[in-house]
């Protein structure tokens, strides 16, 4: 197993953030993304003859990234009559690992602007939705036009 970490050192980062930047990361470089959750994704490439998988443990401070991956090599028989063999050698992706802590840390500030946008948009839809209650419930609209208002506004 290979482990590198990197410390995440923008102090708006969320670990929202960070996942999201992570998860860019892997899909542009061709991984798939098997299980993600509030503080850990994994994923897998299978590229060639080199297999990898990757347990990326985060919060909005800190990136760990365990790696495990193998390569499979092709050699002939001992004679033109035996078919090729093939055999499993473990491998450690550390050129694709880099790659992945150098985008993650080159995508993250996109990814806090994102998070930030997600946050003023949840929080405009609130108030809108607040202000329509209050109009219904002051009897300024009727429940017709209420229902309706907030079905357009949740869209």
Not at 58 to 66: A, L
């Amino acid at each position: 197993m290979y482990t590198t970490s990197f410390k995440i050192i923008d102090p708006n980062a969320s670990s929202e953030a960070v996942k999201i930047a992570i998860y860019d990361s892997l899909t542009r470089r061709g991984w798939t993304v098997d299980e993600q959750n509030n503080l850990q994704t994994v994923a897998h490439l299978h590229k060639r003859t080199t297999k990898a998988k990757v347990v990326i443990d985060y919060s909005s401070t800190h990136v760990d990234i365990n790696t495990t991956g193998t390569r499979t090599y092709s050699a002939p028989g001992m004679s033109p009559s035996e078919p090729m063999v093939e055999t499993e050698k473990t491998f450690n992706p550390r050129g694709w690992i880099k790659n992945i802590v150098n985008d993650t840390k080159r995508l993250l500030p996109n990814a806090i602007n994102q998070v930030k946008d997600q946050e003023t948009s949840q929080e405009s839809l609130t108030a809108q939705l607040s202000e329509l209650k209050q109009l219904f419930e002051q009897g300024l609209i009727s429940e017709e036009i209420y229902l309706e208002k907030q079905r357009n506004i949740l869209q």
